[in-house]
């Protein structure tokens, strides 16, 4: 957690220096308002435009109940109240959790996913998605998101200021080419930050949601059938915008998802679930 909240330290610390830099003073406090703005909008809204993204439709009473039975389960052994179940009728086998809090949460399932792991690993991904809800990540994941995306839009307007700006190089300001520099470093900045911290939320997922499950090495079998599984379906999502969102990186096992994973690295996600079985 302490990594975390360093993380989005910096992450806040860059889009206001960046902001500083396309306006000085007056553009810190744009750049502050841009933040806050977009952390409202993903806050109140990004869950259910998540969920229309991808297709997923709310189970009613009946429907897949033994999920239903096995989501009821693990909340009432965390202590949570219960979420929606979703889902999703597309191949790629995944799940996520969405939704502002643990009052408004909803965890979603694939049909790829059941069809490539049994119940028992099916309930540990569920176990996982219900420790990112316990831990409030899909908050955490929003406030990031709004940093990064206020700080892409900042430095595109750095990079019209340093072109057709004329640039400064009196004590005024910065220099174009200082500009167009930040303005190309800081979103690739801003994007192995937010990797950091989606990857130690993955790791902290894992750990609670073996606690949650009691079964951790179902967890690990789950990761591996979902690894093994992924390259050799219909990718779930046509960019990375929401990857950090899944269970598995929807582009495991293609050259985005090795330059640009949002997941730590499989093998060692479930060398910690099988250590933390042995240790149980």
Request: charged share 20%; proline share 5%; aromatic share 6%.
């Amino acid at each position: 957690m302490l990594r975390t909240i360093f993380l989005l330290t910096l992450l806040t610390l860059l889009m206001v220096a960046v902001g500083g830099l396309v306006g000085g003073r007056a553009g810190m406090l744009v750049a502050f308002g841009l933040g806050l703005a977009l952390n409202f909008v993903n806050y109140w809204f990004s869950g259910s435009i998540v969920l229309k993204l991808y297709g997923a439709r709310v189970l009613g009473p009946g429907e897949l109940e033994w999920i239903q039975e096995d989501v009821r389960g693990l909340t009432q052994r965390a202590g949570l109240p219960m979420p929606k179940v979703a889902f999703i009728d597309k191949p790629g086998p995944n799940a996520f959790a969405t939704g502002r809090n643990p009052d408004h949460a909803v965890v979603a399932v694939t049909r790829g996913l059941l069809e490539v792991c049994d119940r028992r690993q099916v309930r540990a991904v569920l176990a996982h998605e219900l420790g990112h809800v316990q831990n409030r990540d899909m908050l955490t994941m929003t406030l990031v998101a709004g940093a990064v995306s206020a700080i892409g839009f900042l430095s595109m307007m750095a990079r019209w200021g340093a072109i057709f700006g004329g640039g400064r190089d009196d004590d005024r300001g910065p220099s174009a080419v200082v500009m167009l520099v930040v303005s190309l470093l800081a979103p690739l900045m801003a994007v192995l930050v937010q990797m950091a911290i989606s990857r130690a939320r993955e790791y902290e997922a894992d750990r609670r949601g073996g606690e949650i499950s009691g079964d951790p090495l179902a967890l690990a079998d789950a990761l591996e059938s979902l690894h093994r599984s992924i390259p050799g379906r219909p990718a779930l999502s046509a960019s990375g915008a929401t990857a950090h969102m899944m269970i598995a990186s929807p582009f495991f096992g293609t050259q985005l998802g090795r330059l640009f994973s949002t997941h730590p690295d499989p093998g060692e996600r479930i060398r910690r679930l099988r250590a933390m079985a042995a240790g149980r």
